[in-house]
């Protein structure tokens, strides 16, 4: 029997290619058509116009690399069977399949405290059920239990081609060339030690060129004060209808998915969560908030309003924490020039932390394999620049304003 | 005092410097923001995953090489005031200002029978007025007014700076290298003689290198047949809520601006249509597709299902019509597998005509300046690859099917 | 035992991965490594600066494309054995091994009348020997014996590596984007029927772009206008050498090996001239023009400065020949003010042919494998731009003057 | 009159344009048209067989981003006249006219002691004659004597145009993306203040980035180990030969311009060996290499015949010196080996520093300026991967041995 191949287009890499039964049945399913409707980049594009691109793209790219990963691998003679190749390939494709509306910047609020991947397991036995079985090696390499420790790192560790891919594709679609992390490199220099995925020696300086590019997005883009400030804003909006509900409101209600979300707030799975879960998207917020730019309550209209037509709160980053005397000042302002009341200025008023959560020593970790057969971990390694970039992580705090 | 700058990343050109109040002005009007809701290439990226860029970013594109394009000619020593040369750079950026949800998709669908660029000088106006009569310059460039031809050209002709972007801008976010122009040379190439826009001799294998790639984008992206038969099941989805709604059907109903043109059905334009027109964008249209997919309707909840997860009508493309035998027995064979009547299989198994709209000899042309004065028309150069490329546009028949 | 691997920066492909001890060997065999000391485009240089790029560079470019096109084979279940896989990668590495100093510009200028492929051939035996026969099955595709004729064609065909790899490599380091051709797709589309290299149905826009892309690197690098009055300069400094060793002299001595090719004057292979010849390169051809810069005879002194600080002759294309009478002005106005006769101005003066050898219909073909079993040659393919850019080969006449 | 405008391919920028007589006066000039016969990264094609590009290609690329500098200074309102402009522009072109063969590799070697600086400018002074003062300014610019020093820092500085150019097209044509610097950006982020050349504060990263880029392109590049083994066993070919001279041989004589550096030795400059200099390039030393492969001395013989083929010596890099035990015993094998004494033997096993030249903090520097009108140097700057990056020279010793 012939196989059957599809080419996809994909600006990042060129083509991506689709040959496997399974690997179709995966991405034509409504779960994973879904990831089309969810940015990948939640609210950036307000900063970072070409960065629209969607998770599903995301999905696609990081199984494009994990294609390239096993290809390089195999050809180093590391046993992998046709099944595990299939297996772990249907993993990354579905290893964020768990995400929400507005992904990161929404997570734990759509489901109270719920993290998307608790979703994603969930849903992916969903999916195997439906499947007849043929996800299961792809779910126990997700979750760890599969006995070849380097598959489930390939999709979640350090250098695994999650990461791989977000990086590359937000700095292409953002425009910010100082994410390029050099992907094919290190992929090239992959390999496989008593189980374990590692990079050769001679990869160090594109591990180093890996960590910084990395340190380079966090501060030019995930964690971007006006990205930041939407992304606050967006929150503020979801709290304010949270409230509004709570003390009985009604006019929240938009028609769609969403209402069974603020108002039964669910706060675990069950099968009626995912079910209306899978529905949801980032059309259903974006549509909230039109919707609200013309509720009565004062505070969510403008809030909406805002957001929509890119008026945003300033917002101001410093390595200390703002004082109560400042915030409370502030507030006060912002009272009087809206005519509310202080309780209400705190959704145009309000300060907390960015974190650039970066590499951890003590936690994960990324294994050079050197010539002469030793293995040291990165932070083990004489290299100065890799040593400041992956110390302790950095922290800003900010405060966002009305003026 | 100092002028204020500020440059935003682009994935494709790089860097987009702003730097005059007006153009500021622009960008900050709601107006404008609303293009940021408004998907540049409609459905196309459910073929190309990366083509989800905005029409705001196309209008920033085209607002970039447009500086470059003035540039280049006051190099070329070609008088161009300041005033003007803010007023073009204005008016490329609301050149499409008046397109609704899903662009050319639904172009004439949402206020019957008007074009999108009537419904731009509407709003051009409407904006001119807020800014203090700062845009009549531009609105008389835009509208082939004002007495320099070449400004209005750059704007709208064979070789305006509009479709210099779109195609490049398409071209990079499918990923369809083949789309490619060479939009630099081409600027290079850009003079004026007698007030009109010309190109130098040297720069006829940039045009002709410019038509290929458009013809190539058009059979590759812009009537993928793929694309086409979502598109077609977009309007048909449109179609089947408007005879609901005028058999009395309220469930069509979405809660959102939408309904305004659903149940009121302007055709034509007054101030209270343009300011409901200026809150529809993307987001309405979607939403209403995800309501209606759980539509008592069966053919509306049909489509609506098969188009939010991807399982689109089957298509073909021919160089001659249909038969009425074929088109027939096609809907019988739908009709009876999905259980409804033959009026309903409309919606399931129509045809119609895809045309490549390309250069036409008699309408628009491209003029180029030789070395020696003469001034000839593109489709008068000896060069059979143009030739071919311009002359009558091509008509390809599709028929959508169920199966 | 582990395999060894090395990878090479390619800044046009990324990575091109050596992993088989015979590949080591051909490339660290001094022949191959010969091919660093010979441009890939002659002069071309002296129009695009970045056109420096050597033989040895397209034939590891060739060989990794040669890696793409068999693994994207072997995934569509083609049989293809390892020693099979191996051979043709050496045979498209060792594919211009035959080349002389610069390349194409010189061909047939060093052993009189003598093509490069038969001299490379030679080369290949006499390195099969000191391979101890490892070569032979190379050697067999390489001259079309060995029994799978695709294997040939991959090598040497209208579509094969070779032609995929110099117009994509002399295109990105000329800066000419016209000529991408999107190697990628169309080695995606490559198949094999009946044992013959086809490109399926869904590629025939590609083909198309690549035949376009031909065209125009034809038209604006390979046959610029200025690059010809460069390299016909080149072969007038040769042939006024010649000339005058004919004549006595013996001041065209390089003290390099160029002397035996120039005083000796070999007219076919044999042991002494394959020594001599692969131990020639452009160093010896450009170090001689630098010494004749200050040879006592005007005319090849004179070429040679001019050569040398890039004051070219002017150069005129037209469709038809130049007339006698227009010639023969030209010499005398050189003769008079160079204070020549006019049989030296000839050196100054002098008319040809320029042809765009394109596909020929009757030649060499590329076959199209239609989803139906079908197989078309391209040439009767419905689409008017390839029948445009296949027909006939297109010639124009040049001529070279003084001023 | 009509400007006269000619562009120039790129394959790293797009286009460069040349659009003022002095500008086209210098590039036709013989002295810069020498600097195509010279390349820019010496032997480093040995290791990345794309970086043959030469220093014409850089000077061109440098004068673009001066022109890409100039611009964005003039928009940010820093008066420069049209005169200073094409001084400026000039200046650039002429920055490495005084590199002689195989630039930085054999710096001093050929004109003993003398710096490649110290011969521009003597050829800067030549050209001014010549053109009759027309580059006056452009000489005042370059030797830091103009008064408005910002012009001289555009050319020679931290972060002059001709480090920003040689970064990003060494990176481009070796295809190690590491290198890439993100030149467009830092050149929207130069400002002048007081004088001087500053970057706005908003462009920290950006220097953050060029700076970790030019650290990696040492470290993968200019450093490269072999590479250094190529570079090394050239100059010990030059040694071999002086020495040989010094010792009576006549038998080095290549017949050409490099004789007269070889038996002349000239230690100072003088019209002659200026005029002498100008006809020197790489095809020289080529030559040279080439015809000493089969010099009747054994050690030069073998040296070059290695460097041909790309035989080269292996090499280590330590961080510690070598013991003299080690290189003794290492001596003693290659004496052995090669049948030569251990003299002889020092041409095969040597020792040396590679150093790293970064940023100094007490030497030359970045100014940041920031928005509150406060300057600070970028080694005051609060970043800890800045300051890990420019302190102090990264030294690491070499030993070149046999086998």
């Given at each position: ?11 990042v ?26 940015h ?52 990354i ?10 992904s ?72 910010v ?61 979801l ?28 706060s ?9 879960f ?83 020593p ?42």
């Amino acid at each position: 029997m012939k196989t059957t191949q599809k080419i996809i287009n994909d600006p990042v890499y060129g083509f991506i290619t689709i040959n496997h039964p399974l690997i179709f049945d995966i991405i034509n399913h409504p779960y994973f058509q879904r990831l089309r409707r969810i940015h990948q980049m939640a609210l950036a594009y307000l900063v970072y116009p070409g960065a629209v691109h969607t998770r599903l793209h995301h999905a696609l790219g990081a199984y494009h690399l994990m294609c390239n990963a096993i290809a390089e691998l195999k050809a180093k003679q590391i046993p992998i069977t046709e099944e595990e190749e299939v297996a772990v390939k249907a993993a990354i494709l579905l290893h964020d399949i768990g995400h929400g509306p507005f992904s990161h910047a929404l997570e734990k609020y759509i489901i109270n405290s719920v993290h998307h991947e608790t979703i994603g397991i969930a849903l992916m036995q969903m999916m195997n059920q439906e499947l007849d079985g043929r996800l299961q090696m792809a779910i126990d390499i997700f979750t760890g239990k599969y006995p070849k420790p380097f598959l489930h790192q390939l999709i979640s560790s350090q250098l695994d081609v999650d990461r791989m891919d977000y990086l590359t594709r937000d700095s292409f679609f953002t425009g910010v060339s100082e994410g390029v992390i050099g992907y094919d490199r290190i992929i090239k220099m992959l390999t496989v030690h008593q189980g374990e995925l590692m990079v050769e020696e001679k990869g160090i300086y594109s591990i180093e060129k890996f960590l910084i590019a990395r340190r380079q997005m966090y501060w030019q883009v995930y964690l971007h004060k006006t990205v930041l400030s939407a992304e606050k804003m967006l929150i503020h909006i979801l709290e304010r209808a949270r409230h509004l509900i709570d003390t009985g409101d009604t006019q929240c209600k938009t028609g769609g998915t969403l209402d069974f979300f603020l108002y039964e707030k669910p706060s675990k799975i069950s099968e009626e969560v995912l079910q209306q879960f899978c529905k949801l998207d980032d059309v259903d917020i974006s549509f909230a908030i039109k919707k609200w730019a013309s509720h009565p309550d004062f505070v969510l209209q403008t809030l909406c309003n805002k957001l929509l037509n890119r008026q945003l709160l300033k917002i101001k980053l410093d390595s200390k924490p703002f004082s109560n005397e400042f915030i409370e000042a502030q507030r006060k302002a912002a009272a009087q020039q809206l005519n509310i009341n202080e309780r209400q200025a705190v959704h145009f008023v309000f300060t907390g932390e960015a974190v650039n959560t970066m590499y951890k020593p003590n936690d994960e970790n990324i294994k050079i394999l050197f010539k002469n057969g030793e293995i040291r971990d990165i932070s083990g390694i004489d290299n100065p620049l890799i040593h400041q970039t992956i110390s302790s992580p950095i922290k800003k705090f900010y405060i966002c304003t009305l003026t």
